[in-house]
């Protein structure tokens, strides 16, 4: 990530993108991945299922959603490295996990509330005519996204694109991530004000021309950005700002929900990319963030196998 100069006036946008996690929905990143991973691990263990394989399993897939370079969804690089430490054969994981995120899930969220300024924000960039695409981390199963979206009060039906492990390729803060979501929308960078509130993984989409609003309620800031160089307050402050826009004057049109093609993505890369973008590095940042995602399972399988 470059060095940036302060923010100019606002762009004429043809989309809004949206971060969830400590954006849209208030939340302690570590709290959340901490409760996540120990009802997982609860969940199988309850099923008589080895939860400590079946940790080994989702925390090397986790990796490889960050770490695959491949036309492969992430879903599909998730299931092939997860199968390389459980036994395909031991559950029907399809139907099993599809109940876990249905019942188990849905219940993490009974300690999130809301803030109501989100939902008026996106109220009021929906009523000026802008397309809203949720930008979210793409390691989860749509099911999963949905949850978090009603735990923020917030409804799937405002979003033209949600970005799930079963449509994504990347993951953030690759900017590969970034140019699918250009290709889905059919936007150029320019075009596109990112919402966020995470400098490593928010702001790389800065990388590919697109404007930003920092929301720091929740603020994570793991590279020391200048927070000069970027637009940035409050949520309330983002929806007084959202509240002067004018209407969407060229709003983007025929958005793409599911996965894009490779060589789509990597037109919209080469066409937006500012300046020279080190790949390598951003997949090595990326494959980071996927470690510390994981590194929330301490303790999670033994609580789960001494709980049954």
């Not at 100069?5 to 946008?13: I, K």
């Not at 004000?193 to 609003?213: I, P, Q, R, S, Y």
Request: some cysteine.
């Amino acid at each position: 990530m470059t060095d940036r100069p302060a923010p100019a006036a606002p762009r004429a946008y043809r989309a809004v993108c949206f971060d969830l996690d400590g954006t849209l929905l208030p939340m302690d990143i570590d709290e959340f991945m901490g409760a996540y991973f120990a009802a997982i691990a609860r969940f199988v263990a309850e099923r008589g299922l080895d939860a400590e394989r079946f940790m080994a399993g989702l925390k090397a897939g986790t990796r490889a959603m960050a770490v695959h370079e491949d036309d492969r969804t992430n879903a599909e690089a998730y299931w092939d490295e997860f199968y390389r430490h459980v036994d395909a054969g031991a559950a029907d994981w399809d139907v099993l996990l599809a109940e876990f995120y249905d019942v188990d899930f849905a219940r993490i969220g009974e300690g999130f509330a809301p803030d109501p300024a989100a939902a008026r924000v996106l109220a009021s960039l929906r009523a000026k005519g802008y397309p809203l695409a949720l930008t979210t981390m793409p390691m989860f199963p749509l099911r999963a996204v949905e949850h978090r979206l009603a735990w923020a009060g917030a409804d799937p039906a405002d979003f033209a694109r949600i970005t799930s492990y079963e449509n994504s390729k990347a993951v953030k803060p690759k900017q590969t991530y970034y140019a699918e979501n250009l290709a889905a929308l059919g936007v150029a960078g320019a075009d596109v004000l990112m919402v966020g509130n995470n400098t490593l993984e928010d702001l790389a989409f800065l990388d590919l021309g697109a404007d930003a609003f920092l929301v720091t309620d929740w603020l994570l800031d793991p590279v020391g950005y200048d927070l000069e160089t970027v637009r940035h307050g409050t949520m309330a402050d983002l929806e007084r700002w959202a509240e002067a826009l004018p209407p969407c004057a060229d709003p983007a049109r025929g958005i793409l929900r599911g996965p894009v093609p490779r060589d789509s993505m990597e037109a919209a890369f080469a066409a937006n990319a500012v300046g020279d973008i080190d790949r390598a590095e951003a997949a090595a940042r990326a494959a980071a963030v996927a470690d510390d995602v994981a590194s929330h399972d301490r303790g999670a399988t033994a609580a789960a196998e001494g709980a049954c």
